[in-house]
């Protein structure tokens, strides 16, 4: 099992930064790769933002945030995952979660064995 804690939500005027922070704790030797998605509003459940895999740093971004957002680890810690968000708009305004264990498969598609609890991130206009 893995644990993840998110910090670094909150409230931030559009083309303002936040800084998400999660610290993976438990077997983390299985979290070879750490992520974050997002709830979304389009009724197709979670939606994926950026993975890092830990393995090799190779990094995935979701189109609507390619090059506004960064995903990173800490250098030291390899259970510490970090998403710089900037230039945000109010359509980054959700709930975002942590995640551990992902993978992307052969679809495309993103997936994750591992979820924290969320911080929410809200951006006025």
């Known amino acids: 099992q893995v644990q993840l804690v998110e910090s670094g939500g909150g409230s931030e005027q559009t083309g303002g930064s936040l800084k998400l922070s999660c610290v993976a704790s438990g077997d983390t030797y299985s979290a070879d790769c750490m992520g974050w998605f997002r709830q979304g509003t389009g009724g197709n459940g979670r939606e994926g933002v950026a993975?890092?895999?830990?393995?090799?740093?190779?990094?995935?971004y979701a189109d609507s945030v390619k090059g506004r957002f960064s995903i990173s680890l800490d250098n030291a810690k390899k259970n510490t995952a970090f998403l710089q968000m900037s230039n945000l708009k109010p359509e980054d305004t959700d709930m975002y979660y942590c995640t551990a264990d992902c993978d992307v498969g052969d679809d495309g598609a993103w997936y994750a064995g591992y979820w924290g609890q969320g911080t929410q991130v809200t951006v006025s206009s």
């Open positions: 993975l890092i895999f830990t393995t090799d740093g190779s990094t995935y």
